[in-house]
T-cell receptor, first 109, second 114 residues
Framework: SQQGEEDPQALSIQEGENATMNCSYKTSINNLQWYRQNSGRGLVHLILIRSNEREKHSGRLRVTLDTSKKSSSLLITASRAADTASYFCATTNDYKLSFGAGTTVTVRA | KAGVTQTPRYLIKTRGQQVTLSCSPISGHRSVSWYQQTPGQGLQFLFEYFSETQRNKGNFPGRFSGRQFSNSRSEMNVSTLELGDSALYLC?????????????FGPGTRLTVT
C-alpha cells in the first residue's frame, strides 16, 4: 500500500504557467521528499522537507508541509517544456520511503 | 562523481526462470535500496541494505532476495519468475540509512517476463 497520494493525477499547463500538485499521507512522518521521473527512467531527487519545517524553496520549486493536515504541496513556477515529467512525493516512516502514485505534468509549448 | 549504475538495462526472461540484477551505488554511499515500479502498483519498496546488512524489507514474497557486498555494490535476485514480476526495478543509494536523506536513483532495469 502507498503512504502518499498525489492530486491531481494529471496536469496539463502552458509553458510559463505555474503547476501545483498536492500530496496527502496517512501516518506521522520524519520527512517528506519530492522526486521527478522522466518517461519511465530513474527518479531525480528534487527537495526534502523535514517534519519541523513548513516551507522550503529550491530554484523554481516551492514545497510546503502541513503536518496537522498530513499534506504537502509542490509548486513549480514559470514552467518549461523540460518540466514535463511525473512527480512523486515520498514519505519517510520507520526508515522506509513510501511513494505516492504520482502526478503526471505535461507542459505545452 | 559517477552516478548510480544498474545492469543490465533491459532483460527478457520466461516464466519460471530466475534473474539477478546489479546495482553500483555512488562512491561513498553505504545504503542501497531497491524498488519495483509497475503501472498498477506504482513504486514499491523491496528492501534496503546498509553495510552488507538488510535493514528493511517490503511486503514481497521470498522469491525476491538481495545482498550487498563489502564494496557496497548490491544484487537483487528474483527466482521462479511470474508474469507479474514484469516491472522497472530501480536501485537507489544514499549516504545514510533509512530514507532519512535524499536517495540517488539509477536508470533502472526493465524486466519483461514472458
Amino acid at each position: 500500500s502507498q503512504q502518499g497520494e498525489e492530486d491531481p493525477q494529471a496536469l496539463s499547463i502552458q509553458e510559463g504557467e505555474n503547476a501545483t500538485m498536492n500530496c496527502s499521507y496517512k501516518t506521522s512522518i520524519n520527512n517528506l521528499q519530492w522526486y521527478r521521473q522522466n518517461s519511465g527512467r530513474g527518479l531525480v531527487h528534487l527537495i526534502l522537507i523535514r517534519s519541523n519545517e513548513r516551507e522550503k524553496h529550491s530554484g523554481r520549486l516551492r514545497v510546503t508541509l502541513d503536518t496537522s493536515k498530513k499534506s504537502s504541496s509542490l509548486l513549480i513556477t514559470a514552467s518549461r517544456a523540460a518540466d514535463t515529467a511525473s512527480y512523486f512525493c515520498a514519505t519517510t516512516n520507520d526508515y522506509k520511503l513510501s511513494f505516492g502514485a504520482g502526478t503526471t505534468v505535461t507542459v505545452r509549448a | 562523481k559517477a552516478g548510480v549504475t544498474q545492469t543490465p538495462r533491459y532483460l527478457i526472461k520466461t516464466r519460471g526462470q530466475q534473474v539477478t540484477l546489479s546495482c553500483s551505488p555512488i562512491s561513498g554511499h553505504r545504503s542501497v535500496s531497491w524498488y519495483q515500479q509497475t503501472p498498477g502498483q506504482g513504486l514499491q519498496f523491496l528492501f534496503e541494505y546498509f553495510s552488507e546488512t538488510q535493514r528493511n524489507k517490503g511486503n514481497f514474497p521470498g522469491r525476491f532476495s538481495g545482498r550487498q557486498f563489502s564494496n557496497s555494490r548490491s544484487e537483487m535476485n528474483v527466482s521462479t519468475l511470474e508474469l507479474g514480476d514484469s516491472a522497472l526495478y530501480l536501485c537507489a543509494s544514499s549516504f545514510r540509512t533509512g530514507g532519512e536523506y535524499e536517495q540517488y536513483f539509477g536508470p533502472g532495469t526493465r524486466l519483461t517476463v514472458t
